[in-house]
């Protein structure tokens, strides 16, 4: 079935429409404005095809029905017996006869005995001039509808309305509009029972969100109704563990926001069917990586634009994400709220869908308009997929590589399911891989600086771990270590703060040479001795510790970020000057050279005004005498 495109469908209601982006999907029409097709009268309402990009959703403004109030035992047993006089209310005709009902009993009237010319009966009502209808066509009697102050007798007049041309609307989603002109006072005749896509039609909802059994409501006006399918658990893949995250440049980035352009291709990935694309966006060139997964997602009506824009490197919303998961695994269930999510939020009801399918927590915040992360990315989309990581197959294998993902990192299990494609059979509630592609970080042997961190790659691709290389220790996590954590995370805070990927190395070690010498000042602290070793780390400690320090302190703190950013550095202690004073500086060999370091030398000469370079000087060069112990 081929979706009409172009329409101008003329309407007895008005809904206005806005352009909104992601966070709402276009293609819906909001809870309120499917009541105003029902309520509103005598205002002309035009679709367009312009209308059916522009129409808003607004998730978390369903107005929910309360539930009825338990009622106790004695209510429950308590009988109301009404006698029913049928007014046939100006028509031809026999109405139905009188009646007695009581309570738990029902009837269903016969009212085709009864004719108006040009008009058609359309229900009962109380009031003999009125529209309020209290009991529609082929809808059974009861004593529990009528009104408490209704106790004994009542007549119900019959309602008629005029017979003329109307319209029904088959909204079949993601845009697909189907209309059916009619008249009022009969049934739909040319009902769809799948969309262009082949997807087979389950049932119909009203406008008022109730399922009905389309074939028989009598038509009484301009009339919509809603296409519901299987549940789409099928349109991503489940069965299939195929990677659908991967990172880049060694790293997976964890903590980086989620682009728009990056959660559809992840999404895109995990199509089972791919839709051929037919939206476009002006700022999304047919050759951007991201442009297949973009259009297609769209077109599927799982993403919008911002107009004619998707603005692809804006960053994603934890809620955004979700509703498009919501758009995915439809939620027809009560919205809930929480402490910083309303029920009137835009997202309540995806953020409701996730907390009760146990994608996401439910219990304090739920930070709907915080950045979402590409670890909890992973996190969620593993729940959803029903994923979850072999741990000891990953213990005892190295599956997967990252710079910044180490095993002790929170979501190193899920990242490695989303970044990893395997087999596996399932164990009562365990996934157990049967094989895996495994995944080397696929670049040359040698020390890396990534992320504030030294790291070591050896000839299999894979990171040293629990070794030393080249004078290099190496934890568990694959991470230089001075075998101290704080000293760790402080030299790692520092290269993060001060460095960044564009530097060259030696660019690395000269600003963190200016970044000794100019943010410590001199404190008078015991010499090391001719012939001591393993001081480095506690100097360093207090000197970080401090701020301040002798050339003891200024020599541990530079040699130990010179080996943080791959220099195989020493820090040495022997004497200065003509004099021979006792001192410590740092000294790394390049290139066949050994050169010196002396960042405490440029400080206190700078506080006199006297400006000495000693930044990768010979010992021949150097501004003074320097003699190794």
């Keep these: 079935m081929k979706a009409k495109k172009a329409l101008a469908v003329l309407f007895t209601l008005s809904i206005s429409v806005s352009s909104l982006p992601i966070t709402a999907s276009a293609q819906e029409i909001t809870q309120q404005q499917k009541k105003d097709i029902q309520t509103e009268q005598s205002e002309q309402f035009i679709i367009d095809t312009e209308a059916e990009k522009q129409t808003p959703e607004n998730i978390g403004a369903e107005q929910q029905t309360p539930e009825p109030e338990n009622t106790t035992n004695e209510q429950q047993t308590k009988v109301k017996t009404i006698t029913i006089q049928f007014d046939s209310n100006g028509a031809e005709g026999t109405p139905p006869e009188n009646i007695t009902i009581a309570t738990g009993e029902e009837f269903e009237p016969e009212y085709h005995t009864m004719t108006k010319e040009n008009h058609f009966f359309a229900g009962w009502s109380l009031q003999q001039n009125s529209a309020d209808i209290l009991f529609t066509v082929n809808e059974k009697i009861i004593v529990q ?3 408490d102050d209704v106790t004994e007798n009542v007549t119900l007049y019959a309602v008629w309305q005029e017979v003329k041309p109307c319209q029904i609307l088959y909204d079949l989603g993601n ?3 189907i209309r059916e002109h009619t008249q009022t006072g009969t049934l739909p005749q040319n009902i769809p029972y799948e969309n262009q896509n082949g997807n087979q039609i389950i049932q119909w909802k009203n406008a008022q969100d109730d399922v009905v059994d389309v074939s028989s409501q009598i038509i009484t006006d301009n009339t919509i109704y809603y296409a519901v399918y299987e549940q789409q658990s099928s349109l991503l893949e489940t069965v299939k563990h195929i990677k659908y995250m991967d990172g ?15 959660a559809c291709q992840i999404l895109y990935t995990l199509l089972k069917q791919k839709q051929i694309p037919q939206k476009t966006f ?6 951007d990586w991201y442009a297949n997964a973009v259009c297609t997602l769209a077109t599927m009506g799982l993403v919008e634009g911002y107009g004619e824009d998707f603005q692809p490197q804006k960053e994603m919303t934890r809620a955004e994400f979700l509703a498009i998961l919501n758009r995915i695994y439809p939620y027809d269930g009560t919205i809930q709220t929480f402490a910083d999510v309303p029920g009137e939020h835009w997202a309540a009801q995806a953020i409701s869908n996730a907390v009760e399918k146990g994608w996401i927590y439910g219990e304090g915040n739920i930070y709907p308009d915080n950045t979402i992360k590409r670890q909890e990315v992973a996190v ?7 994923r979850k990581a072999d741990k000891n197959i990953i213990a005892e294998n190295t599956v997967r590589e990252f710079f910044d993902v180490s095993p002790t990192h929170w979501a190193y299990y899920d ?7 395997h087999e596996y059979q399932y164990t009562e509630q365990y996934e157990v891989w049967t094989s895996f592609q495994k995944e080397t970080l696929n670049i040359a042997r040698g020390l890396y600086s990534k992320n504030g961190t030294l790291y070591y790659v050896e000839q299999n691709g894979s990171l040293a771990r629990n070794k030393t290389v080249d004078g290099f220790t190496f934890g568990a996590d694959g991470k230089y270590t001075t075998n101290s954590e704080i000293l760790d995370n402080k030299l790692s805070e520092i290269i993060q703060s001060h460095t960044n990927s564009n530097m060259t190395q030696e660019q690395k070690l000269k600003v963190v040479h200016e970044y000794v010498r100019d943010n410590y000042n001199y404190l008078k602290r015991p010499f090391v001795q001719k012939g001591q070793t393993d001081w480095e780390k506690q100097y360093a400690l207090d000197m970080l510790d401090m701020k301040k320090g002798n050339c003891y302190s200024f020599a541990a703190l530079y040699y130990y970020l010179a080996k943080q950013i791959g220099y195989d550095a020493h820090a040495v202690i022997g004497t200065v000057g003509h004099e021979h004073s006792p001192h410590g500086w740092v000294e790394i060999a390049m290139d066949g050279t050994t050169y010196i370091f002396d960042a405490e030398m440029e400080m206190a000469y700078r506080k006199r005004g006297i400006y000495h370079d000693i930044f990768k000087k010979t010992y021949d060069n150097a501004p003074f005498l320097y003699i190794k112990w």
């Design 415 to 421: 990242i490695l399911e989303a970044s990893v494609a």
């Design 145 to 147: 509808k009528f009104p």
């Design 248 to 262: 880049d440049n060694g790293n997976f980035y964890p903590d980086k926001a989620l682009t728009r352009a990056e």
């Design 380 to 386: 969620i989309l593993n729940k959803v997929l029903n």
């Design 282 to 287: 002006t700022d999304v060139s047919e050759n």
């Design 175 to 177: 845009g697909e509009l």
